[in-house]
């Protein structure tokens, strides 16, 4: 009990202390997760909103799919992404393995269905009447899908969180794509799993005091836009 306290104190201190290598991986952690999630969202709340909004041959079984990769595992992403990108891999002359866009690319894949899903949950909620006045009135598609879009805001941006929340705490993408590299790969999570086989507890305790922190503010902003969406659909 006494080794424990002594950790959490002694990674306390670290923690204010501002101690470089934990401000670098925290940083690094934060800028692939922002990266990722930044581009996903591009991706998927048009794609989701198009899913939504069109009628189309197979789209039930789109949906289907989209819904069981929201449980794909991350070592199932980093096995595909590796495939591809190793040196015998058809894309191994970009040399991305082991670098920062590798981490990256394969958190796009972990959390754009978890965008385009909940992108389509958020806009089937909206009422037909409003895209039907809209168009009554006048409004060009461009126009409607904006007032569509509008009205499904907090929806999506619930999305947007959910998927950030996913990809900060993950760390099979990271491990086998980044590779661990000090100061340039290393996360908060392969940090902490490193930093635990040495056996140095300080500093793994901190980042995951960290990680902790930004998962609840994370939880905190999504259970307030939850509580957004409920109102305005009330």
Do not use: H, W
């Amino acid at each position: 009990m006494g080794f424990l306290a002594d950790s959490i104190f002694s990674a306390i201190l670290l923690v204010g202390s501002l101690d470089p290598e934990l401000v670098n991986i925290v940083s690094v952690s934060l800028k692939v997760s922002l990266s990722s999630t930044l581009i996903a969202s591009v991706a998927g709340i048009p794609a989701g909103f198009f899913i939504a909004c069109q009628d189309f041959r197979g789209k039930r079984l789109l949906i289907t799919i989209l819904n069981t990769l929201l449980a794909l595992p991350t070592v199932v992403v980093g096995l595909l992404v590796y495939s591809f990108i190793s040196r015998r891999g058809v894309l191994g002359a970009l040399n991305l393995l082991y670098t920062q866009k590798a981490i990256i690319l394969g958190q796009v894949i972990l959390i754009l269905p978890i965008v385009t899903v909940f992108t389509i949950s958020a806009i089937s909620r909206i009422d037909e009447r409003y895209k039907q006045t809209a168009m009554t009135l006048g409004a060009s598609p461009l126009q409607t899908a904006l007032i569509i879009v509008r009205e499904a805001r907090f929806g999506i941006v619930a999305a947007v969180i959910a998927a950030f929340g996913r990809v900060i705490a993950e760390v099979g993408i990271s491990m086998m794509l980044g590779g661990n590299a000090r100061g340039f790969t290393r996360t908060m999570t392969t940090a902490m799993a490193l930093e635990y086989d040495k056996g140095e507890f300080v500093l793994s305790l901190a980042l995951g005091m960290v990680l902790l922190s930004v998962s609840f503010a994370v939880n905190l902003l999504f259970n307030y836009v939850q509580g957004r969406t409920e109102t305005s659909e009330a």
